[in-house]
């Protein structure tokens, strides 16, 4: 399977990023990593925000714009950084 594929697996909610971790510990992708990182990133402020009445909702909205730009650079095959926050989210999760 090669990266692209596996990338837009990683954007199925947690259930494709897991699989998607799994294929990619075989056979290490760039730009699989890459979306693993963003999206886990993603992942863990929304959770963190869900939290946050009325401010947090409206902050989740323009993390699912986030999650379609990543999307949208995952099938084209680009490493596409999340705005703002994806440069952050690349240090953090180098591990993965």
């Known amino acids: 399977m090669d990266g692209k594929t596996k990338a837009i697996i990683a954007h199925i909610y947690w259930i494709g ?3 998607a971790l799994i294929l990619n510990s075989n056979e290490k992708d760039e730009l699989t990593s ?3 990182r963003q999206l886990l990133g993603l992942f863990l402020l929304s959770i963190v ?3 946050i009445p009325v401010l947090g909702w409206i902050i989740n909205l323009i ?8 999307l949208i650079g995952a099938v ?3 490493q596409k950084e999340i705005p703002w926050v994806g440069s952050y989210f690349q240090q ?3 591990g993965i």
């Open 17 to 19: 990023w897991v699989i």
């Open 76 to 78: 084209n095959g680009e």
């Open 49 to 51: 925000l869900m939290f």
């Open 34 to 36: 890459f979306y693993l």
């Open 92 to 94: 953090w999760f180098k």
């Open 63 to 70: 993390l699912f714009v986030f999650w379609i730009i990543s």
